[in-house]
């Protein structure tokens, strides 16, 4: 009995030996730190919140490689003037594995995303994207009202 006992012994130690040397096979972190979609919603009525204009920034002058956004507002005084542009709110489409933060134009970091409702009647917006292995990319989106 004491010999199986002992014989038990052993091999679950060469087991538990054998499992330890294995490696953990870690994925690769991300390295992709671009943006996909910047989409403006201006809230033009005041009396009923669901009512909103999608615009889609990225189709004004994009440089992508510069990260740098030029966006004019169509020229339409009654849907976009000083008081609808202060009732605007940006969405990012970014890769699944990066995370947005605003900056200021310094480079300092303001707050996690670019949510809530924010001005942009003549406004720069600066952001930066980063990536899941540390990488980022700055962003810069100017927008302007004919």
């Given at each position: 009995?004491?010999?199986?006992?002992f014989?038990?012994?052993?091999?679950?130690?060469?087991?538990?030996?054998t499992?330890?040397?294995?490696?953990?096979?870690?994925?690769v972190?991300?390295?992709?730190?671009?943006?996909?979609?910047?989409k403006?919603?201006?809230?033009y009525?005041?009396?009923?919140?669901?009512?909103?204009?999608?615009?889609?920034?990225?189709?004004?002058?994009?440089?992508?490689?510069?990260g740098?956004?030029?966006?004019?507002?169509?020229?339409?005084?009654?849907?976009?003037?000083?008081?609808?542009?202060?009732?605007?709110?940006?969405e990012?489409?970014?890769?699944?594995?990066?995370?947005l933060?605003?900056?200021?134009?310094?480079?300092?970091?303001?707050?996690?995303?670019?949510?809530?409702m924010?001005?942009?009647?003549?406004?720069?917006?600066?952001?930066?994207?980063?990536?899941?292995?540390?990488?980022?990319?700055?962003?810069?989106?100017?927008f302007k009202?004919?």
């Amino acid at each position: 009995m004491k010999s199986r006992l002992f014989h038990f012994a052993i091999i679950c130690a060469a087991l538990f030996a054998t499992a330890a040397c294995q490696k953990l096979d870690e994925p690769v972190p991300d390295t992709a730190c671009t943006i996909n979609a910047l989409k403006c919603y201006v809230y033009y009525d005041t009396g009923n919140w669901n009512t909103s204009k999608e615009l889609d920034a990225l189709s004004g002058t994009y440089n992508a490689e510069r990260g740098i956004i030029s966006y004019t507002f169509p020229d339409d005084p009654t849907l976009y003037n000083r008081e609808s542009l202060s009732r605007c709110r940006l969405e990012a489409s970014i890769p699944a594995t990066a995370r947005l933060v605003e900056v200021d134009a310094m480079g300092v970091e303001l707050d996690q995303g670019i949510g809530g409702m924010r001005n942009l009647y003549n406004k720069t917006i600066y952001f930066k994207v980063i990536a899941a292995n540390g990488d980022a990319k700055n962003y810069q989106v100017s927008f302007k009202v004919q």
